[in-house]
């Protein structure tokens, strides 16, 4: 299975320090997106990195891609009580469809 | 307001009973996607439609049926012979034609309860 793997499962911090979320996954991909869900709402798509790229920036998003490793991790800076919400990686091999791991859950704490 | 919406927010079912969730988008994307997600856990793909006309079944199809018979819907019906059906469904829609691996933009889902 190319299915990507959170860690943590689950994350507390302090408002204003970084947070940093790993997805592992299994085969070579296409690409690896971010995507956040606040508690009972759709899917909001945050980054796309491309098997080729190493970093991505947006705002205060960092992603980086380690494809010999199999592994990407999403950095939040400066965070905020906003951020709080479920963060979940999607794996793509070639033109394949999306498989969504189990998420991590952040929270932070004012 | 271009998006993708999604009703009914919350919808009962009784025993034995066929329900039908709307899911519309005006991305004008070519691919639609729906997924099932259970409490605390990743999403899962029940059916995914490329084109209009078309459609193909996902990792978890058994006991769900779709339609695309508009370029702008994509229905989704659980059948009575889904026996778990209590969970949050989620539609999404991609621009299509380059395959399935693009950014998918979601819907605010519709929660299913069994009554």
């Known amino acids: 299975s190319q299915q990507g793997e959170e860690d943590p499962q689950a994350l507390s911090i302090q408002e204003g320090e970084n947070a940093t979320m790993n997805c592992s996954y299994k085969?070579?991909?296409?690409?690896l997106q971010w995507y956040r869900q606040n508690s009972g709402r759709g899917l909001v798509h945050l980054i796309l990195i491309r098997s080729n790229e190493r970093e991505k920036h947006s705002g205060r998003l960092r992603v980086t891609l380690d494809t010999s490793k199999k592994s990407s991790s999403l950095l939040i800076t400066a965070s905020r009580a906003a951020d709080t919400a479920s963060y979940f990686c999607a794996t793509a091999k070639g033109a394949q469809k999306l498989v969504f791991g189990q998420g991590t859950r952040l929270t932070i704490n004012p | 307001d271009g998006g993708i919406t999604q009703s009914p927010k919350y919808l009962f079912r009784k025993e034995g009973q066929n329900v039908t969730l709307s899911c519309e988008q005006n991305l004008n994307h070519d691919a639609m996607y729906w997924y099932r997600q259970d409490p605390g856990q990743g999403l899962r793909l029940i059916y995914y439609s490329q084109i209009v006309n078309d459609f193909q079944k996902g990792d978890i199809a058994e006991g769900y049926s779709v339609s695309r018979e508009k370029k702008e819907s994509f229905p989704l019906t659980v059948t009575s012979a889904q026996k778990n059906p209590t969970a949050f469904y989620l539609c999404?829609?991609?621009?299509?034609?380059?395959?399935?691996?693009?950014?998918?933009?979601f819907g605010p889902g519709t929660r299913l309860l069994v009554l």
């Open positions: 085969t070579s991909i296409n690409n």
């Open positions: 999404a829609s991609s621009i299509g034609g380059a395959g399935l691996s693009e950014t998918q933009y």
